[in-house]
């Protein structure tokens, strides 16, 4: 499986790309591995470069960035937690595969359930580049039109991906926009807590 394969077309025309990525004949690890540790560096590393270069500033003008220190341990704990949270959404939706109806063989499921997964991260791993530019309304902005679209991705995926009936569908893309909502706050808040907690940050104010 190519690296990054699908990456553009499942933004442009995600129907034709649902179709051809049901189609495939790939493992559940190939689709995983040649997409999600490099679009999680996306958000890594423009977050490392927004808040070390430009950084942020509060009602007095003044700006804040982090040492390079802590921002690096920050992006890394970030990334990793990106990944794990991208796999674990992967096997929820292989979980709930058979409850919902899905028909194909245990391999097969358990590619499509994966192959969901990263696909509907796409969207906000692309956005996230807008962290070079460390502004908490802009990033939250885009984040969320990206988050919107990841959900239209879900709901347009899962009927052709899983191949079952649209009603049931719908239910089973609604479970797995509930779990992909918790996960995403469950990545964000522990990377912080355990940024804040365990490691410290440390700022420096320039004027």
Request: proline share 3%.
């Amino acid at each position: 499986m190519a690296i990054l394969e699908h990456t553009l077309g499942i933004l442009i025309h995600p129907d034709k790309e649902w179709k051809q990525i049901r189609n495939e004949r790939h493992s559940f690890l190939q689709v995983f591995v040649s997409h999600v540790p490099f679009l999680a560096l996306i958000p890594a590393v423009s977050a490392y470069i927004g808040v070390t270069q430009v950084g942020w500033s509060f009602g007095d003008g003044s700006v804040t960035r982090l040492t390079t220190g802590s921002a690096l341990s920050l992006c890394a704990i970030t990334y990793f937690a990106l990944i794990i949270g991208v796999y674990v959404l992967g096997e929820f939706i292989n979980w709930m595969s058979n409850t919902y109806g899905v028909r194909d063989s245990s391999e097969q499921r358990h590619y499509e359930g994966t192959a969901l997964a990263v696909y509907v991260s796409t969207p906000v791993f692309l956005a996230s580049i807008i962290h070079l530019y460390p502004d908490i309304y802009l990033n939250a902005a885009i984040l969320g039109i990206a988050g919107a679209y990841a959900i239209y991705l879900i709901y347009e995926g899962i009927p052709i991906l899983m191949n079952i009936q649209k009603e049931r569908a719908f239910m089973y893309a609604t479970s797995v926009v509930t779990i992909a909502l918790v996960l995403a706050v469950i990545v964000r808040v522990g990377s912080v807590i355990v940024w804040t907690v365990a490691i410290q940050p440390v700022y420096i104010d320039v004027l």
